[in-house]
């Protein structure tokens, strides 16, 4: 129940310790046109460079910069959390030139903000954004920054590593250029893997590059070339048991259906939200855009965080996550992601927590949380 | 039986499927520790920041370049096949002065090529060769070539992806700065990540960059803080299940020793090639410098090669590898490496081939190279 990896399928399990075959095998080249075509049912995209990089969604971020931004391009991002941060440092070891835009940690960009920044910059070649920060538990609103983007001819870069598969997220209709996830959240798969979709102006920008991609090993020049369905050309060796994994990761989200799994998410996160109200934990984002797969919360004061959170793991076998960046020692980050967001894991994390912050003579306060989660699911 | 990935053992198909815990888990951090000190046998070295980088064997090259080379930094480059003209992409894509040298594809260089480079160029600050070449089948010593480095104060950088647990490699005796490997070799565990070593005048020259490294993911001034024993700062989520399979799979190189695990890759492929040459197939790596690990053959006239492999892969289940670039269509790799190193492979290989090359009223090939692989294992 941290931030991820979340936990995973025994189906997933069996898949990831299937015996080998080549890089280059028919058998793994339907594979992967098999898994493309579940890909794009999940990012709900027509998109044919539709792919996954072979690292984790770190390396998927990457990937999406280093082959969109030329050295001098202007890069618009916006930060309001960890991985905006993140996605700025990219911009600057690509030769990119930064704008950014800032929100307090937790708060989410109103489209306006974007136009704005755009209006001062009005050479800006791309925007960047998170959908789900993972560091905060804020979920920013897209619609209208995709549309932005085209009138100004902008691409739209969105990190979706948070949000795939476990939120609403329509990368054609969101009029989204470039996405990438990871493996480890909603998708609930072990990590190394990053999803990938360029949509057709993205495609062209690439085609269109001065200059060499930086990376050889993220080089989607080339790399386009070993997912093309006709012909397949070695670029390097797929990591084939991370790719079995991924295959079935998202046959199990496809047999379960995006819309009644969103609503799974939903679900149990205002169940958890209830509870952990009861305990006296607030919640860290902006009400209206908050998460359901990573709940943010502030820790009272008082609570020794660090240490309860071992006694979580130590004696109760759960795993939360502490902050990270400014937020940290200051909030908790529980994830209900993909196989994780269940009442059953609800339950547990409530009752543990209840026990824990109870001093030895008071009944327990679990009794609270339960009993405002049940409310929840009731209802 | 291909350029790998090769067979893997049931115990790493196990420890792949283990339950996921989070990569900033006590339980992880100690296996990664004990990965370290099982990578630093493997590597023969003592050096500190012995890692595996998240992605697959060309990860580790990028990874091995982007952070060595600056901008303007003379390179020389020794290319005698597919990799080495890799690594001459890289220095271009990371900002490197190339100097070059070349030897036909299948002949290894002598020491004094590279001194006489070195010559020329005085002001090179790298030289990069490759141990085993995959595509070519050729081993090229590397003893003397680390000492002329030394003197010319130059960081020697050495692809190890396929002789790393298959032959003799002495990082810290070679006087090896930077050495990395892929997982689906010698190392007999599925792709997906790049063991990676670096010494003491590798590690001050990281330190004393007067630029960001290009790459954020690859970025060893961060990475090597999640590595660090003492304080392990998160840097991007590690591919869990991975680490478990690198780990148990190096655990099974150290109990059978690197000394017996050597000299079984070099009986069978004695064996493999007794019995391929009986077949008709001459060796087509320079005599001498012959990799044990990766047996490269002409493919003789009239035989269509990938027909061939095609037949092997559907009617037999057996994979060998075709040539690639220059050598495509005129070579077979045949890979015996970790777990496909075995008796029952090159038999195997030897007979069915033996069937496909006979034509119908003729009494099989096979039996004339079994003899000759059997005459190898008695003697």
């Known amino acids: ?25 028919p058998l793994f080249l339907e594979l992967m046109t098999q898994m493309q075509q579940r890909l794009r049912q999940v990012f709900c995209t ?25 050295p001098g391009d202007e890069v618009l991002v916006c930060v309001n959390g960890v991985f905006g941060n993140r996605m700025s440092d990219i911009v600057g070891r690509v030769g990119g030139t930064l704008h950014r835009i800032d929100r307090p ?51 739209l870069i969105v990190d979706a590593v948070t949000s795939l598969a476990g939120i609403e997220l329509r990368v054609d209709d969101w009029l989204i250029d470039a996405c990438y996830s990871g493996t480890q959240k909603c998708l609930s798969c072990p990590p190394g893997l990053a999803p990938l979709t360029l949509g057709p102006r993205a495609i062209e920008r690439l085609s269109r590059r001065r200059t060499k991609v930086a990376s050889w090993y993220l ?5 386009q070339k070993y997912w093309a369905e006709r012909q397949r050309t070695y670029h390097h060796t797929a990591p084939i048991s991370m790719n079995y994994a991924l295959h079935e990761a998202l046959g199990l989200v496809l047999e379960e259906g995006l ?4 609503a ?23 009400e209206g855009h908050r998460l359901p797969v990573l709940n943010a919360v502030w ?15 130590d004696d109760y076998n759960i795993e939360i996550g502490g902050g990270l960046g400014e937020l940290a020692g200051k909030v908790w980050r529980v994830g209900l992601m993909g196989e994780s967001a269940s009442r059953d894991n609800v339950h547990t994390l409530l009752t543990s927590l209840g026990e824990l912050l109870t001093s030895n003579n008071e009944s327990t306060q679990a009794t609270a949380a339960l009993d405002a989660a049940r409310a929840i699911y009731v209802s």
């Open 259 to 262: 819309e009644p799994r969103y």
């Open 105 to 155: 940690w937790g708060e989410v960009f109103d489209p306006r903000e974007i136009e704005e920044a755009l209006e001062r910059s009005p050479e800006t070649r791309i925007v960047a954004i998170v959908h789900a920060e993972t560091s905060t538990g804020v979920c920013q609103p897209l619609v209208e920054i995709g549309r932005i983007c085209r009138e100004r001819d902008c691409l």
């Open 299 to 313: 820790v009272p004061d008082g609570i020794d965080e660090a240490q309860m959170r071992r006694r979580l793991l």
């Open 46 to 70: 027509e998109n044919q460079l539709t792919i996954a990089i072979s690292g984790t969604g770190s390396a998927g971020m990457e990937a999406a910069f280093v082959n969109l931004v030329e």
């Open 219 to 223: 080089d989607l020049t080339m790399i």
């Open 1 to 25: 129940m941290g931030p991820g990896p979340s936990m995973v399928h025994p189906r997933v399990y069996e898949a990831i310790s299937c015996p080998l075959v080549g890089h280059l095998d």
């Open 264 to 286: 799974r998410h939903r679900l149990h996160s205002r169940a958890l939200m209830a509870g952990l109200e009861a305990l006296g934990f607030e919640p860290a984002a902006q």
